[in-house]
């Protein structure tokens, strides 16, 4: 079959063909419907000089962001009628230790006895024909398109969880919120604010067309030219509830430091790497200063209810697998819009 293969850091990576895989003691095997092209996979080939984990070993397939249907089961494996459609949680911990127990295997604290990050992070992931995963980690779709599900996987689930856990920053009459980065997590996020809360959603990016796409899901956008002192006006002095950067670079820090209101929380969910010089009088008092990494499959779980109630519809652009190769370079050219979805076997 045929894979997106990541060989090796500072390496752009290959479309080859690789053994179709078998599915071990509690796995199945999918047929890929739906793969996204995340930036983390950029991070992979095009920045990290080397593995920043040790988890992270190539050669390995890309794809963290996968949706399937059932093709075959492995030992000890029931419950699954081929064809049924199923969303993939990519994190992959021990299943021992108290974060697994809790459906929170981005924070295994055994990591070296898995000997890799998750799906497409370290173990072959969904941007080929057909991939493998635990039964456990599967996230039932019903009737819903899974091409276009494939994002909530990471575009969707880490918004949530970040999201989430800012929840009582948003939930007061009159709370604001302010989505840092429109790429296909930001805009995700704007319509999870919106479907939870009544607050109202401040939205910026540089890019004109991302923040249009915010406007068209009810948010309030902001150029980033002069963000700063937009918000500080559109607040009446008193700063955002709840901030949210979607990038993590030094200058969307400070633009998330300088919108944040006493007392509100600023949530840092890119891995953009920006470094934030703190002190006791860079931020107002009793800001809630925080990073999360991905989210539960509890969370997931609630995503997929969230799109299947139609709160929530990541905005993608779909591709065959031959074209996977210029998707990855569209993303390091900074052109994509929204989520790009590879499907492997046509829509």
């Given at each position: 079959?045929?894979?997106?293969?990541?060989e090796?850091?500072?390496?752009?990576?290959?479309?080859?063909?690789?053994?179709?895989?078998?599915?071990?003691?509690?796995?199945?095997?999918?047929?890929?419907?739906?793969?996204?092209?995340?930036?983390?996979?950029?991070?992979?080939?095009?920045?990290?000089?080397?593995?920043?984990?040790?988890?992270?070993?190539p050669?390995?397939?890309?794809?963290?962001?996968?949706?399937?249907?059932?093709?075959?089961?492995?030992?000890?494996?029931?419950?699954?009628?081929?064809?049924?459609?199923?969303?993939?949680?990519?994190?992959?911990?021990?299943?021992?230790?108290?974060?697994?127990?809790?459906g929170?295997?981005?924070?295994?604290?055994?990591?070296?006895?898995?000997?890799?990050?998750?799906?497409?992070?370290?173990?072959?992931?969904g941007?080929?024909?057909?991939?493998?995963?635990?039964?456990?980690?599967?996230?039932?779709?019903?009737d819903?398109?899974?091409?276009?599900?494939?994002?909530?996987?990471?575009?969707?689930?880490?918004?949530?969880?970040?999201?989430?856990?800012?929840?009582?920053?948003?939930?007061?009459?009159?709370?604001?919120?302010?989505?840092?980065?429109?790429?296909?997590?930001?805009?995700?996020?704007?319509?999870?604010?919106?479907?939870?809360?009544?607050?109202?959603?401040?939205?910026?990016?540089?890019?004109?067309?991302?923040?249009?796409?915010?406007?068209?899901?009810g948010?309030?956008?902001?150029?980033?030219?002069g963000?700063?002192?937009?918000?500080?006006?559109?607040?009446?002095?008193?700063?955002?509830?709840?901030?949210?950067?979607?990038?993590?670079?030094?200058?969307?820090?400070?633009?998330?430091?300088?919108?944040?209101?006493?007392?509100?929380?600023?949530?840092?969910?890119?891995?953009?790497?920006?470094?934030?010089?703190w002190?006791?009088?860079?931020?107002?008092?009793?800001?809630?200063?925080?990073?999360?990494?991905?989210?539960?499959?509890?969370?997931?779980?609630?995503?997929?209810?969230?799109?299947?109630?139609?709160?929530?519809?990541?905005?993608?652009?779909?591709?065959?697998?031959?074209?996977?190769?210029?998707?990855?370079?569209?993303?390091?050219?900074?052109?994509?819009?929204?989520?790009?979805?590879?499907?492997?076997?046509?829509t």
């Amino acid at each position: 079959m045929r894979a997106v293969v990541f060989e090796g850091y500072k390496t752009f990576p290959v479309l080859t063909d690789v053994d179709k895989p078998s599915p071990g003691p509690g796995e199945v095997l999918l047929k890929v419907a739906g793969s996204g092209a995340c930036h983390s996979d950029v991070g992979l080939f095009h920045d990290f000089p080397a593995d920043p984990t040790g988890f992270l070993t190539p050669p390995f397939t890309l794809g963290h962001e996968v949706s399937g249907w059932i093709e075959e089961v492995g030992p000890g494996v029931s419950g699954f009628t081929p064809g049924e459609a199923f969303l993939v949680y990519g994190p992959i911990g021990c299943g021992r230790c108290k974060p697994c127990s809790r459906g929170q295997d981005t924070y295994c604290q055994n990591v070296a006895s898995v000997g890799y990050m998750a799906t497409g992070l370290g173990r072959d992931g969904g941007m080929a024909e057909y991939m493998t995963t635990y039964a456990r980690n599967l996230i039932p779709l019903g009737d819903a398109d899974p091409i276009a599900a494939a994002p909530l996987a990471d575009a969707g689930l880490t918004p949530y969880h970040a999201i989430k856990r800012a929840l009582p920053h948003l939930t007061a009459p009159g709370a604001t919120a302010l989505c840092i980065g429109l790429g296909g997590l930001g805009l995700v996020g704007v319509q999870i604010i919106r479907a939870l809360t009544g607050a109202t959603v401040y939205a910026t990016d540089t890019k004109p067309d991302a923040i249009a796409s915010a406007e068209a899901d009810g948010a309030i956008g902001i150029p980033s030219k002069g963000a700063a002192e937009t918000i500080t006006e559109l607040t009446g002095g008193q700063g955002v509830n709840a901030v949210f950067d979607f990038v993590g670079a030094a200058t969307t820090l400070e633009l998330a430091a300088a919108s944040v209101a006493q007392q509100g929380s600023l949530t840092v969910v890119g891995l953009a790497g920006g470094d934030f010089a703190w002190n006791a009088f860079r931020l107002p008092y009793e800001v809630n200063f925080s990073s999360t990494y991905w989210g539960t499959i509890e969370d997931l779980h609630e995503v997929v209810e969230l799109y299947r109630a139609g709160k929530i519809s990541p905005a993608v652009s779909v591709y065959p697998l031959g074209q996977a190769l210029d998707v990855y370079q569209n993303l390091v050219d900074g052109a994509v819009s929204g989520r790009a979805v590879i499907a492997p076997h046509g829509t």
